[in-house]
């Protein structure tokens, strides 16, 4: 399966007309959104409205630049956008789950307390998509301290996602590891993901 990440946008329409058209190609199978798509809500419907042309299923989480209640809002009333924050996504034997918001605190006792009661099947092979990225990894190193979120560390030893999709620190795109899962900051223009 072929995924089109991305994440802090930021407005950046120009960036987001190209993402869509790439969206639209036959080889995209889902788009992921990591949060901070606008600047504070700005535009926020319009944006939506414009991912939705991709035609393919956007799982969208809301980063701290969106009130979580008006993306769930607003993507209800398209076709294609999916608002996945505390929910999961099914599709070709894949779990995605999402978790937005924040993106400053080293831990995240709520985050920690819904996957205590997280069901998942064994067979299940999990994407986590989250706007905060995990601790103590290339992608949350700024500067010689790490400003990731230890909670989702936690999550990532316990589960072991195939893949982890998160951004919040515009300086850190790219790549990681932990264990057998696959971290990456896709960054605003977006990167090509294969599982």
């Known amino acids: 399966m072929k995924i089109l990440t991305f994440v802090d946008l930021h407005g950046n329409k120009k960036t987001l007309r190209k993402l869509v058209k790439r969206a639209k190609k036959k080889d995209i199978d889902l788009v992921i959104c990591a949060g901070d798509f606008t600047i504070f809500g700005e535009e926020q419907k319009d944006i939506l409205s414009e991912l939705d042309k991709a035609k ?15 993306v769930r809002k607003d993507c209800k009333k398209l076709d ?6 505390r929910k999961k996504f ?12 924040g993106g400053f605190d080293f831990k995240d006792k709520k985050f920690e307390k ?14 986590l998509i989250s706007h905060a990225p995990p601790y103590d990894t290339k992608i949350d190193k700024i ?3 790490h400003a990731g979120n230890k909670s989702i560390r936690k999550f990532i030893k316990k589960f072991e996602p195939v893949l982890a999709v ?7 795109v790219g790549e990681d590891r932990i264990g057998k899962t696959r971290i990456v900051n896709p960054g605003y223009k977006g990167k090509i993901i294969t599982i």
Do not use: Q
């Not at 997280?118 to 299940?124: A, I, S």
């Not at 998160?166 to 850190?172: F, K, R, T, V």
């Open 56 to 70: 393919k299923p956007v799982l969208i989480i809301h980063g701290n630049h969106e009130e979580a209640k008006e």
């Open 80 to 85: 294609n956008c999916n608002f996945i924050y």
């Open 90 to 101: 099914r599709k070709n034997g894949y779990l995605f789950i999402g978790w937005g918001g």
């Open 114 to 127: 819904y996957f205590k009661k997280l069901k998942t099947k064994k067979e299940d092979k999990i994407v």
């Open 143 to 145: 500067g010689k301290e």
């Open 166 to 172: 998160s951004g919040h620190l515009h300086e850190c």
